[in-house]
């Protein structure tokens, strides 16, 4: 049923995953900003027409890139409400800012891992290899690898974070635990 909603969407790009749409448009003049909103105006009459409404207060609007002698002005929701205009997004779990670069995203899933990992450390006594490594790989690795082909990161110190994570995991490894990082990961 939602797979229609971008039909009459003229000159701006829907993207559709479950029940969460963007919509996106390079504005390089006002009468760009004017066709996103009427583009905005006829997805609005899309749920009017199939009786659906969206929730307004997760309506955001985010711009990136340089706006020349372009003003960023907030866009309108269905009820003419102005959309709020955000430093980040957070899209299917992955946080970006309105620079494109992933440095809250990357500190998020540090954090987490390291809870996880104090976690796993503290209710497991065993050190053994294989449920050691089954926990990191279920637990912390799928964490850190979440969608990295969109955050991968290119800053030594983000590069220097992750990693800290499987190197103080692996230490406490029996039989890796006296073997240097680099030849922990071999293994």
Not at 67 to 96: F, H, W
Request: proline residues 2%; hydrophobic residues 35%; charged residues 30%.
């Amino acid at each position: 049923m939602i797979s229609d909603v971008d039909e009459n969407v003229k000159s701006s790009i829907v993207r559709l995953f479950a029940d969460d749409t963007r919509i996106s448009r390079k504005i390089t003049s006002e009468e760009d900003k004017v066709l996103l909103q009427k583009d905005l105006n006829v997805i609005y009459d899309w749920a009017n027409k199939n009786l659906m409404k969206f929730n307004e207060n997760k309506f955001e609007q985010m711009s990136h890139g340089e706006a020349k002698n372009i003003k960023i002005e907030p866009y309108k929701t269905q009820s003419g409400n102005e959309i709020k205009i955000g430093e980040t997004v957070r899209d299917l779990g992955v946080i970006a800012n309105n620079n494109l670069l992933f440095r809250e995203h990357i500190d998020n899933i540090v954090t987490s891992s390291k809870i996880m990992s104090g976690v796993l450390l503290r209710t497991f006594s065993t050190r053994q290899e294989e449920p050691m490594m089954r926990m990191f790989n279920s637990y912390i690795k799928s964490k850190l690898e979440y969608c990295s082909l969109v955050w991968s990161p290119w800053h030594q110190n983000e590069i220097n974070k992750l990693e800290r994570i499987q190197k103080n995991f692996t230490s406490k490894i029996y039989g890796l635990d006296q073997l240097d990082y680099h030849q922990r990961l071999k293994n």
